[in-house]
């Protein structure tokens, strides 16, 4: 038991290492699915893309413009910025899991052994959806006015080292629209060292062959939840072994992995919620001072605020991307200081809570969906032993909203920035790239939830450890 122990505790350590050992592999090799010698599915066609992009890394060549006759370079520079193991760890729903995880082994520990498993997951680091990569191709304009702004300059802001690299700076062609959405490299390599961890801590409950009486998966339709259920279970039974699986879900079981979507599309349009504090967090004068103070002190600003806030948000937005895509410490970052950080994820927590957190009385209840069908999964001692579902933010939020876990007392709203830095609902600890919220049962009587690795403390619980007979009435809302 001790050395068994020690080793899993060297593993979590080597987690990093492993990762960015991965990065140097073939490409077509990592993520490679399907049954038959020869034969590539879409996960290890999207890998090997993704693979080209992660080294290039969104940096070219430098611009020869920038080099012609005369000096064309700044006369001093700034300091160099230390931001990024702050923005890992404020960085929202675009973060890499592994950027800034942190686990407690013992509170896996229960008072028998784990006898079943019930998972929820979002699927791995994606590629930007269509409408994200249209605004950030407006980044390659918006480099050419901050270098136009300090070319010849007696000073930039910018240290020596992030000039060179923004006038290296361009938007990767491998961003295409073709690729939209897609599971990149990165997102292959967490999903399989995320796998390691789960069969190392319930070896007997992630057994090596799969039957149907022991494993029940299933995933959305799109293709990077289908390749997220791919890599992690390719991982727990072999090679290619998850290709003979047929765990799209069908009928009545997209409720279980699309339950937001079917709640909108039953919608009247007269029930339809809108985000109000999200654009009125924009307006406020916390943000809005700091989109004037960097847009004018990098050299881009215009005469039209929404088109300065707009440029704002694309530099964060690409400074998170690069950072999950490539772990280059992106040049976009570096324009950003701790407190506009903290300003950039409030913006970002805003928006999850109002489009599918809290924020509204008619989302607490969406999910009850899956909530029942965890508790049925649990209560019964019978039927498979792993249950895994691959799915979205909206839908894995919601089921902790319907969980009521991670509730504050007070609402965060546009006004409150200021009173709520010690919120429980954040982005960046709750809704990662590869983000997954477990339930194990131990024994017959008790049972822990995790998210994201995290014990939950429900107030119903002893310190995170439920009474398996105390689940109907905990989630009473949901099963009466």
């Not at 190392?200 to 494993?215: A, E, G, H, S």
């Not at 072994?241 to 799209?248: E, N, P």
């Not at 989109?291 to 530099?315: H, P």
């Not at 991670?406 to 009173?419: E, G, H, L, M, T």
Request: with cysteine; hydrophobic share 35%.
């Amino acid at each position: 038991m001790k050395c068994s122990t020690v080793l899993f505790g060297l593993a979590l350590t080597l987690i990093p290492l492993m990762i960015n050992e991965a990065e140097g592999g073939d490409p077509n090799t990592t993520g490679r699915s399907g049954s038959g010698s020869g034969s590539r599915s879409r996960v290890s066609q999207t890998a090997a893309s993704s693979s080209r992009m992660a080294r290039k890394g969104g940096y070219a060549q430098d611009d020869s413009s920038s080099t012609r006759s005369g000096r064309r370079i700044p006369s001093s520079y700034g300091e160099e910025n230390p931001i990024f193991d702050f923005i890992r760890a404020h960085g929202g729903n675009k973060q890499p899991y592994f950027a800034n995880r942190s686990v407690d082994e013992s509170k896996f520990v229960g008072p028998s052994q784990a006898t079943k498993i019930w998972m929820l997951f979002r699927h791995g680091i994606r590629s930007a959806k269509e409408r994200e990569i249209n605004k950030l191709s407006g980044l390659t304009n918006i480099r050419k006015r901050i270098i136009e702004s300090f070319t010849n300059a007696d000073y930039c802001p910018l240290s020596k080292t992030n000039w060179l690299k923004l006038r290296k700076w361009s938007l990767d062609a491998s961003i295409s629209q073709n690729q939209g959405q897609m599971l990149t490299q990165r997102g292959v390599q967490e999903l399989q060292v995320l796998a390691d961890i789960y069969k190392t801590r319930f070896p007997k409950l992630f057994v090596k062959k799969y039957t149907p009486k022991k494993y029940n998966i299933l995933h959305s339709i799109e293709e990077r939840n289908k390749a997220s259920f791919r890599v992690f279970f390719d991982r727990i039974f072999g090679e290619g072994k998850s290709a003979g699986i047929d765990a799209l879900a069908q009928g009545a079981q997209e409720d279980l992995v699309e339950c937001f979507r079917a709640y909108e599309q039953n919608l009247h349009p007269d029930q339809k919620t809108t985000n109000v504090e999200e654009p009125r967090f924009h307006n406020t004068n916390t943000f809005a001072s700091m989109v004037v103070r960097i847009s004018q002190q990098y050299g881009f600003a215009t005469d039209n605020y929404e088109n300065d806030k707009e440029s704002i948000l694309s530099m964060f937005e690409m400074c998170r991307y690069e950072e999950a895509w490539y772990r280059n410490e992106s040049v976009w970052c570096t324009f950003f200081q701790p407190e506009d950080v903290l300003v950039l994820e409030y913006a970002s927590d805003l928006h999850t809570f109002y489009d599918y957190g809290y924020g509204y009385t008619q989302f607490l209840n969406i999910a009850c969906t899956t909530v029942v069908d965890m508790l049925t999964h649990l209560l019964s001692n019978n039927g498979p032993r792993v249950t895994a579902y691959f799915t979205h933010s909206p839908e894995l939020l919601l089921h902790l909203v319907a969980m009521r876990a991670y509730r504050d007392p007070v609402r965060i709203k546009a006004n409150n920035f200021n009173d709520m830095h010690d919120r429980h609902w954040k982005n960046s600890k709750l809704d990662l790239f590869c983000s997954h919220f477990t339930a194990v049962k131990y024994g017959k009587n008790a049972v822990k939830f995790f998210m994201n690795e995290q014990l939950i403390y429900l107030p119903w619980c002893n310190q995170g450890l439920c009474d398996i007979n105390d689940l109907y009435s905990g989630f009473s809302h949901c099963t009466s």
